[in-house]
């Protein structure tokens, strides 16, 4: 997770991560990536169920239901685990978790134990009710999925509709007092539509939208010739930077980040670099904090029937089940040659990562998106778009 906004426009002070004391029970959601502790962000894949159709699902979610989910006791045990553990955020997503008529219930619950709870939700079921009831019990975050306006959204979506009924779940959620944001995944269908996202920010006073680079898992793993090129890659985060300054500049701020290609960091401090030498030197040491990809150490990921996975499009490898054994368990558990290795992902990365001058900052980038084209975890991620003169 890379904070364009954050990193580029200076929003947020880069001394802020060394005055908040980087340990992620005491950082905002904002700088948990430069934690020391590394504490893992865990995403819940509560329900395989969902209204909606996307054609690039993860999840491989259906309009169904299933037998197999953690029932309301089995999840409250989760969440003891992961507020015991130290998790400083816990992430309900499907499927679509509201689905789950417990998830009001299931978030309180975490909010009581000391967690941070967000949603990630397509909105199309979000209510002002239902709104009213996520902020009462607390709720830090809710972010809604849009991949372009009406007729792509829906396309991508597989239902008429899910559009118009998403922006009522925004407004829901904007005049129930929840802070909300969009959710983007860039591909070659819908990236000519980043300037209109950054006008529905505005018009709909949105405070923030994370841009995803596509990640060839679940039915998304079907769109692999829908994924950009290598310079259109470039393009997109170059007007992705542009527009984040243009409102800075307006006084209009937004909090932009790009999701799931480290190589973006590298990238936008070079740019920094012509720009702003100043100014990248500070970038630079906050980046090197972040520490580049986190599948595995930051971020993890507990499958609707209790698989646990490095993240949440790794979920054809299990490291065992929360049914069997806690996830704290689990997750220190390096027995595991997979889990063992992705503690310390740099030592194996191959080919053009391993000489790469930026692996400290990007740790070889998305292992999932590796392994999906070319069959080894360890070669180089096919969407890192740096030349070979930029990581020399």
């Known amino acids: 997770m890379i904070g364009i906004s954050k990193l580029y426009c200076g929003t947020v002070e880069p001394s802020d991560a ?28 509560m329900t395989r169920q969902c209204n909606l159709k996307c054609i ?24 003891d685990d992961l507020s015991g553990f130290g998790v400083p ?9 509201l689905v789950r008529k417990d998830l009001p219930e299931l978030a309180s619950y975490a909010v009581k134990k000391g967690m941070r709870a967000v949603l990630s939700s397509n909105g199309t079921l979000i209510t002002p009710q239902i709104a ?6 607390g709720l830090s975050y809710v972010g809604i999925s849009l991949d372009g306006m ?6 991508f979506r597989a239902v008429r509709g899910a559009f118009v009924s998403a922006l009522k779940g925004i407004e829901s959620c904007k005049n129930a007092g929840i802070k909300v944001g969009l959710r983007f995944t860039i591909n070659k269908q819908n990236a000519h539509q980043i300037p209109e996202m950054f006008k529905l920010l505005e018009e709909m006073d949105i405070p923030r939208i994370c841009f995803y680079h596509l990640v060839y898992a679940g039915r998304g793993s079907e769109l692999v010739k829908e994924d950009l090129s290598h310079e259109e890659t470039r393009k997109a985060v170059d007007l992705i930077m542009d527009l984040t300054r243009e409102l800075y500049n307006r006084n209009h701020p937004k909090e932009v ?33 972040n520490e ?16 646990v996975y490095a993240d949440q499009f790794w979920r054809h490898y299990s490291f065992g089940n929360i049914k069997n054994r806690p996830f704290s368990e689990i997750w220190t558990d390096t027995s595991d040659p997979l889990m063992r290795k992705l503690k310390e992902k740099k030592k194996y990365a191959k080919g053009r990562c ?26 180089p991620d096919p969407a890192c778009y740096l030349t070979d003169e930029e990581i020399s």
């Open 18 to 45: 060394l005055r908040y004391g980087r340990m992620s029970a005491k950082l905002p959601s904002h700088l948990l990536q430069f934690s020391s502790d590394k504490r893992p962000v865990v995403v819940w894949n």
């Open 56 to 79: 690039h699902c993860y999840a491989h979610a259906k309009d169904i239901g299933s037998d197999s989910d953690l029932s309301l006791s089995e999840g409250k045990d989760l969440i």
């Open 89 to 97: 955020v816990i992430l309900f997503s499907g499927g679509e978790p």
């Open 132 to 137: 009213q009831r996520l902020n009462d019990i």
């Open 150 to 155: 009406e007729a792509i959204n829906d396309r």
């Open 257 to 289: 980040l790009t999701v799931d290609n480290h190589a973006d960091g590298p990238y936008l401090y070079m740019r920094l670099l012509r720009e702003n030498p100043d100014r990248a030197r500070e970038v630079l040491e906050l980046l090197e904090m």
């Open 292 to 307: 580049g990809n986190s599948s595995g150490i930051g971020i993890g990921c507990v499958g609707w029937d209790g698989e």
């Open 354 to 379: 391993a000489a790469c001058r930026w692996l400290d900052i990007c740790a070889g980038n998305f292992r999932v998106r590796s392994e999906a084209v070319t069959g080894d975890v360890w070669a």
